[in-house]
């Protein structure tokens, strides 16, 4: 089947900033001879396998297997004893120009005013009355490859009393009514970004959309008036269940190699799930250009984390209130040991053990 790197080997498209330059070039060359090679040795028959070294570019479908693995192990001593939730925030499509210019400002801002909201709605005596966590992901992108930033939140269903004394559970349904959510956000994201804004920290290139005073107030007025999606899925079976399908969500990628049906030089077809149409899975055409274009549009700034934690879960509160709460909730969800990932010998089954690098890693451009 035809993978990203079959379609990038096939086009060098122009015009690329120095992050996208960097991203595709990287999946171009993962696994082949441009990055090198290592060895492994079999531990009981000595047998030498050599394989081609991972780019390990966070946006590479092929490289995000072992990363997915050590962060869902990295937090599982954070689980609480209760049902966890999962609440996606997504951004008026009028907003698309301005948050493609501004990346870096405004993807934080959005994961900031996702996750505060969900902290001090929390806190609030008429929904939970405690300190609760959040995890916050940022996506940018539809099931087409479009433009379409949105932050997946999980939180659990419990959290510390304000004065640090209990454990504080919440009913099974979701405790917080996704219009107050929705509302909170909104202005939220839009206190922030007209403060950015009157900071000089938004900038227009192309200017679609609103370039000067006038407009841009405008346009926020708009807004405000605007209902914002926000909505809640099923509560989770439980908490070993809410690790490993966030852990399939933090190192997603644009698309991957799964979901391309066909390449042929000159376009590439893939599959796409239509939540407009009963989640229907279909089939899109586009040419090889427009593919890339599309993919690259999703490479995030330099240094981007696009993974983090809000309320007990920041770190500054995992060792004391997250610690605290954790004791006070008394009972430790069960989760199933994690089998760590090995490379069994073809030979006699032993273990395959890193041994060494050939040659050294050629540089990506």
Known sequence: ?????????????????????????????????????????????????????????????????????????????????????????????????????????????????????????????????????????????????????????????GGLSMDGLRFIKSSKKFFIPVKVISRKFRGKFLFHLKKAWRNGDIKFFSSPEPAHEVN??????????????????????????????????????????????DFNESTVTFKWKDYRDHNQVKLMTLDVTEFVRRFLQHVLPSGFTRVRHYGLLSSRNVGTKLARCIKLAGVRPVVPKIVKHVSICPLCGGVMVFVGVINKIAAVP
């Open 1 to 157: 089947m035809p993978e990203i790197q079959d379609i990038f080997n096939a086009i060098k498209p122009d015009g690329l900033s120095p992050e996208q330059n960097k991203a595709f070039f990287a999946i171009r060359s993962c696994r082949t001879d441009t990055l090198g090679s290592h060895v492994d040795r079999c531990d009981s028959c000595e047998h030498i396998h050599i394989s081609y070294n991972s780019c390990r570019n966070r946006h590479c479908p092929k490289c995000q297997g072992s990363k997915q693995q050590e962060w869902v192990e990295a937090q599982l001593s954070k689980l609480l004893p209760v049902g966890y939730f999962h609440v996606v925030f997504t951004l008026p499509q009028e907003l698309n120009s301005i948050v493609f210019q501004n990346h870096d400002i405004l993807y934080s801002i959005l994961l900031k005013s996702a996750g505060d909201t969900i902290i001090e709605l929390a806190k609030d005596p008429k929904f939970l009355g405690a300190q609760t966590g959040v995890t916050a992901v940022l996506h940018t992108w539809g099931q087409n490859l479009s433009f379409h930033p949105h932050v997946h939140c999980l939180l659990p269903g």
């Open 216 to 261: 841009f107030l405008n346009l926020l007025s708009t807004l405000y008036q605007k209902e914002w999606v926000v909505y809640c899925k099923k509560p989770f079976k439980s908490p070993w269940h809410v690790v490993s399908y966030l852990g399939r969500y933090t190192h997603k990628v644009a698309i991957a190699n799964s979901r391309i049906v």
